[in-house]
């Protein structure tokens, strides 16, 4: 995958993650976990751009540990989600899916940045 198709699949996955925020009932818990979410799944997108304008190695791979620690965020946030009877996990299970893949792309791209090999 190349940057410019991650940058799409980021941005998929942050309107997906506002959509799901936006569906959330509106109770006191849905309203601070979905805040959450909301700023954890739309900042994996903007800091993966921000990764890919990296100024070194160094750089581009210190802006991808905070896409990889982002996309992880957003995923214990959905599934604090489903734990707490908020959302239904068969509702966010392609999301959470997406969540993983975005997280081991990220990983393996680090990975590669800092030549380590498996």
């Known amino acids: 995958m190349n940057a410019e ?3 799409k ?3 998929a996955y942050a309107l997906r ?6 569906s959330l009932p509106k109770t ?3 309203h601070v976990i979905g805040g959450q979410l909301l ?3 739309t900042s994996v997108g903007a800091n993966y751009r921000a990764a890919c ?23 214990y946030w959905i ?10 996990l068969n509702r966010v299970t392609h999301l959470l899916e997406e969540g993983n893949q975005i997280l081991s792309i990220v990983v393996s791209s680090i990975n590669t940045a800092r030549g380590v090999k498996r």
Do not use: H, P, W, Y
């Not at 993650?17 to 936006?22: D, M, N, R």
């Not at 599934?79 to 908020?86: G, K, N, Q, S, V």
């Open 28 to 30: 006191q818990t849905a």
């Open 9 to 11: 699949r980021t941005r």
């Open 39 to 41: 700023r954890s799944g």
């Open 79 to 88: 599934e604090l989600l489903t734990d707490a009877e908020i959302v239904k």
């Open 17 to 22: 993650i506002i959509k799901l925020v936006e």
């Open 53 to 75: 304008r990296g100024k070194s190695r160094a750089d581009f791979i210190a802006k991808m540990g905070i896409v990889e620690e982002e996309a992880d965020e957003s995923n």
């Open 5 to 7: 198709d991650m940058k």
